[in-house]
């Protein structure tokens, strides 16, 4: 079973440029997540979507980040304009659903530096 | 909201010997899972292990166990012969029916040959 597949591995960009992160669920799962790390600490929930669906977007500064999941499979997630701050790994996560406490099976992470 | 601290930053073991990482976490829910999740240097989180909050057994997997207080809202991870390839992150996580998981501070695992 193919795992959490996600796109670019790693990215460079200089502060208020635009960037843009995908991500691909394993297959059958209906719930999917973004989540930031940043460098020493855990991973914090960015969005939460069930099918193509936003269940929880409270911790996603909205103001330079969005998020899409149009057909209810993968996922992008955009930054702009890119503040230095925004440095960090991006993290996307899948399970099967959300109505149950569900583990969740996380992808090699995008790792992004801004300038 | 829910709380999980790791009052470990580092720990160190000996090859082949026992370690075992602490987790404390806080909240006012009585149905939810608790993780740990290992993070080695590639990055990618892999599941080490789950407990149900409603089990009262420990939950355990191979060289991978847990101690599990719901009374004292704590779980430590329990890692038996450590080996080399034990050295990564650990994070501790709960999630409740929400499935959002919250993550611990994490704590950086050496193992010495």
């Known amino acids: 079973e193919a795992g959490v597949a996600q796109s670019p591995r790693y990215k460079i960009i200089e502060k208020r440029q635009s960037v843009a992160f995908w991500c691909n669920p394993i297959?059958?799962?209906?719930?999917l997540y973004w989540y930031q790390q940043i460098l020493g600490q855990g991973p914090k929930l960015l969005i939460q979507f069930q099918n193509n669906g936003v269940v929880d977007d409270s911790q996603l500064p909205k103001d330079r980040f969005s998020a899409e999941r149009l057909k209810g499979v993968d996922s992008t997630l955009k930054i702009q304009p890119a503040k230095l701050e925004d440095s960090a790994v991006y993290l996307c996560a899948s399970s099967m659903s959300a109505g149950v406490i569900e583990t969740q099976y996380f992808g090699p992470g995008t790792r992004l530096l801004v300038l | 909201a829910q709380t999980v601290t790791q009052s470990q930053p580092e720990m160190s073991v000996q090859e082949a010997e026992t370690v075992t990482l602490s987790c404390t976490y806080d909240t006012s829910e009585s149905d939810y899972y608790l993780f740990w999740y290992k993070q080695p240097p590639s990055r990618q989180m892999i599941l080490v292990i789950r407990?149900?909050?409603?089990?009262?057994q420990n939950a355990t997997e191979n060289r991978f166990s847990v101690n599990f207080q719901k009374a004292a809202k704590s779980f430590s991870l329990k890692i038996s012969d450590s080996q080399l390839g034990d050295a990564a992150m650990y994070f501790c996580?709960?999630?409740?029916?929400?499935?959002?998981?919250?993550f611990g501070g994490g704590t950086r695992l050496m193992v010495k040959p």
């Open positions: 996580a709960y999630n409740n029916a929400g499935n959002m998981l919250t």
């Open positions: 297959s059958g799962h209906a719930t």
């Open positions: 407990q149900e909050a409603y089990k009262q």
